[in-house]
């Protein structure tokens, strides 16, 4: 499994990445010039993976960020939290266990 984070800052980048403490807020603005540079990078961790689902877990401001990659998660059979943060995180939870079911069934 591959957790990737959408930065304000840095864009797209892996959960185990080492980045310096820094206070920059996502704005509308700041998602749309980040757009382009997060689909790139959404296209060669599907292609380099072979992932068959995607759960995409982001406030409003970071959604903006993925405007240019509805086509990249269109094939990889990607879902999406919706709601305030407790309910995404609730929605994320229910995702794992059921990827879990069908990893132990398979």
């Not at 903006?64 to 709601?83: E, I, Q």
């Not at 609730?90 to 794992?96: D, E, S």
Request: aromatic share 6%; with cysteine.
């Amino acid at each position: 499994m591959d957790v990737l984070i959408l930065s304000a800052k840095y864009g797209l980048i892996e959960a185990d990445r080492i980045i310096v403490n820094y206070d920059q807020k996502m704005t509308g603005q700041r998602a749309r010039e980040l757009s382009q540079g997060v689909k790139e990078k959404l296209e060669e961790a599907i292609t380099i993976g072979r992932h068959k689902e995607v759960f995409v877990n982001l406030g409003s401001r970071y959604m903006t960020g993925l405007c240019a990659s509805k086509n990249v998660l269109d094939r990889c059979n990607a879902s999406y939290a919706t709601g305030p943060i407790g309910k995404r995180l609730h929605q994320l939870k229910v995702w794992l266990i059921d990827l879990q079911k069908e990893v132990n069934h398979d």
